[in-house]
């Protein structure tokens, strides 16, 4: 059997304790071995689960451990492009929570140390290795709807924590940055199709997007969609995402946090009210992606989310950004 990939986790974070820690521990091929924390008591809910695992108590020290072969970073958004490209040059495979970076060019950076040493860097969207994403990408491109002509992507929470980092600007926080990466790149994976038109409404509340509506015109792959997202901070649980085509229309129920907002599910609809329901009740997309990434690095088997595809996304946000004009309502 190979050699597992030995992971250290650069910070407590409650979502690294909650999701990511627990699916590298759980996740064939992948050990978890190391944690950096300045707080010995944060660790103790780590070591739950990971006994043997060893502390460090700053991120420079875990990055100098000689046993960790890959760090997992879950810091807030600003310490993202930093902490990769030191983990990188410390000779360590690295998977960064998204977004990995706040503009384009940024991801640049990243790609070229990555190429330089040889190393996968890659950015923390899980969404991608769950087989209800792999389904709807196979229908929507075998055909199933015919030619896509729409496309509606919702995702929304409530979260008026003025002290959480997704409400301060200083760490990059907003709701495009925390969820838009997933309606605008879910959309990309599926269809090929990249943003050719774009329009979007902000309102904003201490210099972060808490709403945001982005409308336009997609277009590749053979195909051109009028498309509509909708992301908010500040509303009632909301996640669904519709393809819309000529012969019918997919829908995913529980398409961003499967197994916690719902079971996923793809719905084909078809003529003569015809729906097919496919589930996927066990799929685990974050200890899918750890499997992914630990494959990548010691079977050299191409990572099926690359920094490329994550700089597509990146591009949309900052054209969004760009175009964007603030309301109130």
Not at 16 to 39: K, N, W, Y
Request: hydrophobic content about 45%.
């Amino acid at each position: 059997m190979t050699d597992p990939v030995r992971w250290g986790v650069l910070g407590a974070a409650n979502f690294a304790r909650h999701f990511m820690a627990p699916a590298i521990h759980e996740a064939l091929g992948a050990e978890l071995v190391a944690l950096a924390t300045s707080d010995p008591a944060k660790a103790e809910p780590f070591r739950a689960f990971a006994p043997g695992l060893r502390l460090h108590d700053s991120y420079e020290a875990l990055l100098a451990d000689p046993a960790v072969e890959a760090v997992y970073i879950p810091l807030p958004n600003h310490l993202h492009v930093e902490w990769t490209l030191k983990a990188l040059a410390a000779g360590k495979h690295v998977l960064t929570e998204k977004p990995i970076a706040l503009h384009a060019d940024e991801i640049d950076r990243i790609i070229a140390a990555r190429d330089a040493s040889g190393l996968l860097a890659a950015e923390a969207f899980m969404i991608l290795h769950h087989p209800q994403w792999q389904r709807a990408r196979e229908l929507v491109r075998g055909g199933a709807i015919g030619p896509v002509r729409h496309v509606d992507a919702v995702f929304s929470y409530d979260n008026r924590d003025g002290a959480n980092i997704r409400n301060r600007p200083e760490t990059g926080g907003g709701g495009i940055r925390d969820i838009g990466v997933y309606t605008y790149g879910s959309v990309r994976y599926v269809t090929g199709a990249e943003p050719e038109a774009l329009e979007a409404r902000l309102i904003r509340e201490n210099g972060v997007d808490t709403w945001a509506q982005v409308t336009g015109v997609m277009a590749g792959e053979g195909q051109r969609f009028t498309y509509s997202a909708l992301t908010s901070m500040r509303l009632f649980p909301r996640q669904e995402v519709v393809f819309q085509g000529d012969l019918g229309l997919i829908r995913l129920t529980a398409p961003f946090n499967a197994a916690v907002f719902g079971e996923a599910q793809v719905e084909l609809h078809r003529p003569g009210l015809s729906v097919t329901v496919e589930r996927f009740p066990a799929a685990r997309h974050y200890k899918l992606q750890v499997e992914a990434f630990c494959r990548s690095v010691r079977e050299g088997v191409a990572y099926p989310v690359p920094l490329e595809f994550s700089r597509g996304t990146q591009v949309m946000i900052d054209r969004i950004f760009a175009v964007a004009t603030d309301i109130s309502l």
